[in-house]
């Protein structure tokens, strides 16, 4: 079961980040990247706002790094771990835009791209870019068909739908991928329908473990009824993580303890059929951060 982290820093709701990141910057996404990297861990992950509506800024917070910037930044600062989108809204932009963003990225960083993909959910993101956002999920199935078509071998690729029609355009460069995987992110039906039909895997969006297997199981029938073939990826996001015992007040939902109990409460996700696992880690500064995110290497994921 492999692991993977949700950057800190690039994006600070306030459901997650932890105070010392108003003050971080980029120093200290390069250090935690670094830190994955040196931790084993598959990949980092950028999440994707175009501009926060003052009715949920205080919610929200308005600071979310672009997520093509972000990841291309790491990757000339990293050798080996993925970057992934997690997720990014790709009905707000023409899927060939999106196409050239992410495939220079894969290029750059030597194939190591996760396309992760959502409908999105703020109203005023769509209305502004002039995109329908009561039509979002229709948009997002045909805009996963038309980055597979942009994003595939073809220099110059097509692809003739209901939102985006284009052929006899090329691009270059392609990406070093020969097949970029495409992650579907959310939790509702038709996110999972998505998923099972048009995806390499699934991002469940914040789903307890407790709901996980029946959204599991639908994507299995899903995919065995469509005849669906080739390498699928499940992923759960788990609670969040304290190492040790903390001497502080790290949250009712988190989870702490020795590594090996750590690791048995995180095996229970593997036996639900999820093969990679996304943590995040309660901390107080960088420092404790980094030390959480290599004692996780070092002693819990030797147990997974």
């Known amino acids: 079961m ?3 982290i949700q950057l800190p820093v690039q994006s600070q709701s306030t459901l997650y980040a932890e105070p010392w990141e108003t003050a971080a910057g980029p120093q200290d996404l390069v250090a935690v990247a670094r830190a ?17 509506p003052r009715r ?56 190591r791209l996760i396309l992760g993909v959502g409908a999105g959910h703020v109203r005023e993101e769509f209305e502004v870019l002039g995109v329908d956002f009561e039509r979002r999920g229709a ?23 209901k939102f985006h029609d284009f052929d006899g355009l090329g691009q270059r460069p392609r990406p070093a991928q020969p097949h970029v995987p495409l992650w579907v992110g959310g939790s ?12 390499d895997g699934w991002l469940p969006q914040g789903d307890p473990r407790e709901r996980l297997p029946s959204g599991i199981e639908r994507i299995r029938r899903l995919r065995e009824q469509a005849g669906a073939a080739g390498p699928f990826t499940v992923g759960a996001l788990t609670e969040p993580l304290y190492i040790g015992r903390p001497s502080w007040h790290v949250g009712r939902r988190t989870l702490t303890g020795a590594p090996e109990a750590l690791a048995e409460s995180l095996r229970a996700y593997r036996a639900m059929g999820v093969g990679q696992i996304q943590v995040r880690f309660r901390s107080r500064d960088r420092g404790e ?16």
């Not at 994955?36 to 926060?52: L, Q, S």
């Open 56 to 111: 949920l800024a205080a919610a929200m917070s308005t600071v979310w790094y672009d997520p093509v910037a972000t990841l291309a930044h790491l990757a000339a600062v990293t050798r080996r771990v993925r970057l992934l989108s997690h997720v990014a809204v790709v009905g707000l932009r023409h899927p060939l835009v999106t196409a050239k963003q992410y495939a220079t990225l894969d290029h750059l960083s030597g194939g």
């Open 289 to 304: 951060l980094l030390d959480q995110m290599a004692a996780f290497g070092a002693e819990v994921a030797p147990h997974l």
């Open 2 to 4: 492999e692991y993977g």
């Open 139 to 161: 948009l997002l199935d045909e805009t996963v068909d038309a980055l597979r078509a942009a994003l595939g071998p073809e220099e110059f690729p097509a692809h003739h739908g």
């Open 188 to 199: 509702s039906p038709a996110a999972l329908r998505r998923a099972a039909l048009k995806g």
């Open 36 to 52: 994955a990297e040196d931790a084993g861990f598959a990949y980092v992950a950028a999440c994707d706002h175009v501009a926060i």
